[in-house]
T-cell receptor, first 114, second 113 residues
Framework: DTGVSQDPRHKITKRGQNVTFRCDPI?????LYWYRQTLGQGPEFLTY????????KSRLLSDRFSAERPKGSFSTLEIQRTEQGDSAMYLC????????????FGPGTRLTVT | AQKVTQAQTEISVVEKEDVTLDCVYE???????LFWYKQPPSGELVFLIR??????QNEISGRYSWNFQKSTSSFNFTITASQVVDSAVYFC??????????FGTGTRLKVLA
């Protein structure tokens, strides 16, 4: 299977700890996106990469959040000093370049902050 | 805010019934795309359809059909002869700019055997 993969699938952490999630996109896709989904809501856009360049960050992405995509392949999303409000599903998606191609989503990382 | 509204929070139907999921969107863009995704209990969003704003033809794919009406800013999704495996949360989304998606809050569909 060559879909989008995310690791870990679940993460439980204590408030104040740092966590890092990884996303491996579909290999030929040069666009990569991070979304956050809370219970009963649709995914909300966090950030977007075109190859290794981070081209947009949502205002939802506070200073405690940082994302990277070195070499334009996999991406990491780090949350520093986690808060209970960070508990959510973090979804990664990828797509080819071009206008509004469909995005293919990974299975997500469910974060629980205790 | 230019949002996507899925007014039906949850729908329950009996297997083999037809069901329509509503989606109404707001946008100031002249060119945009609309999407439907399925999120089964496993959690992974599965792409179902993409439709651009210039194409108002209805589309049918097996038991699925989509009705796009630009005049009412609606993009409704119908499942014919529903099956238990159709049980999932369904999301409607539209583009914001060239790549970002704005999602609705989803409709949870329960198909009862």
């Amino acid at each position: 299977d060559t879909g989008v993969s995310q690791d870990p699938r679940h993460k439980i952490t204590k408030r104040g700890q740092n966590v890092t999630f990884r996303c491996d996109p579909i290999s030929e896709h040069n666009r990569l996106y991070w979304y956050r989904q809370t219970l009963g809501q649709g995914p909300e856009f966090l950030t977007y990469f075109q190859n290794e360049a981070q081209l947009e960050k949502s205002r939802l992405l506070s200073d405690r959040f940082s994302a990277e995509r070195p070499k334009g392949s996999f991406s990491t999303l780090e949350i520093q000093r986690t808060e209970q409000g960070d508990s959510a599903m973090y979804l990664c998606a990828s797509s080819p370049s071009g206008f509004a191609y469909e995005q293919y989503f990974g299975p997500g990382t469910r974060l629980t902050v205790t | 805010a230019q949002k996507v509204t899925q007014a039906q929070t949850e729908i329950s139907v009996v297997e083999k019934e037809d069901v329509t999921l509503d989606c109404v969107y707001e946008t100031r863009d002249t060119t945009y795309y609309l999407f439907w995704y399925k999120q089964p209990p496993s959690g992974e969003l599965v792409f179902l359809i993409r439709r651009n704003s210039f194409d108002e033809q209805n589309e049918i794919s097996g038991r699925y059909s989509w009705n796009f009406q630009k005049s009412t800013s609606s993009f409704n999704f119908t499942i014919t002869a529903s099956q238990v495996v159709d049980s999932a949360v369904y999301f409607c989304a539209r583009t914001s700019g060239t790549y970002k998606y704005i999602f609705g809050t989803g409709t949870r569909l329960k198909v009862l055997a």
